[in-house]
T-cell receptor
Framework: QQQVKQSPQSLIVQKGGISIINCAYE??????FPWYQQFPGKGPALLIA?????SEKKEGRFTISFNKSAKQFSLHIMDSQPGDSATYFC??????????FGAGTRLTVKP | KAGVTQTPRYLIKTRGQQVTLSCSPI?????VSWYQQTPGQGLQFLFE???????NKGNFPGRFSGRQFSNSRSEMNVSTLELGDSALYLC???????????FGNGTRLTVT
């Protein structure tokens, strides 16, 4: 059962541009929303995470925007770089480790 | 601090065999979770162990089992392998319930 829907499936952005990935969830009991970055041959690495009492969180070039009423959250990558080319996963959990992942977005940043 | 270590990195097995995968968590982390990653189904939760006890279990058949040792190291076992079990199996550790997951680089299992 897919509880977290992620879009787009793939994204191509020019260097310096803004990459935006969106996710929607169904279960209102979710209270932890992380984003993971995965490079080929590697496991997912935590990028940034947010809890529903905050509408936005920024860490460097990465920002999560969270809309609790719409049950949506998104990742914005500012000044995208070729090194950001990877697969990004959103996820949600209910304060445990049964993390529900989105299907992933393959980001390509063209130089 | 060393990251999550999974062994082996690659494994090739035949249908009907069984396999055991190993995971060493980050030092001090007491929770270990296992995930299956496939192109079709994405990342799916298998189970989570904390202090040698299974705390949560995903929607996988009983052929998938695991255990955790007193030093927090964990093993995952898959019996009677099927072709559809071919996947990247990821282990993640965290300090405890609700903590950030730290993933290993996975074990790539191929069933022929």
């Amino acid at each position: 059962q897919q509880q977290v829907k992620q879009s787009p499936q793939s994204l191509i952005v020019q260097k310096g541009g803004i990459s935006i990935i969106n996710c929607a969830y169904e279960n209102t009991a979710f209270d932890y929303f992380p984003w993971y970055q995965q490079f080929p041959g590697k496991g997912p690495a935590l990028l940034i995470a947010i809890r529903p009492d905050v509408s936005e969180k920024k860490e460097g070039r990465f920002t999560i925007s969270f809309n609790k009423s719409a049950k949506q959250f998104s990742l914005h990558i500012m000044d995208s770089q070729p090194g950001d080319s990877a697969t990004y996963f959103c996820a949600a959990s209910m304060n445990n480790n049964d993390m529900r992942f989105g299907a992933g977005t393959r980001l390509t940043v063209k130089p | 601090k060393a990251g999550v270590t999974q062994t082996p990195r690659y494994l090739i097995k035949t249908r009907g065999q069984q396999v055991t995968l190993s995971c060493s968590p980050i030092s001090g982390h007491r929770s270990v979770s296992w995930y299956q990653q496939t192109p079709g189904q994405g990342l799916q939760f298998l189970f989570e162990y904390f202090s040698e006890t299974q705390r949560n279990k995903g929607n996988f058949p009983g052929r998938f089992s695991g255990r955790q040792f007193s030093n927090s190291r964990s093993e995952m076992n898959v019996s009677t392998l099927e072709l559809g079990d071919s996947a990247l199996y990821l282990c993640a550790s965290s300090l405890g319930q609700g903590g950030s997951l730290h993933f290993g680089n996975g074990t790539r299992l191929t069933v022929t």
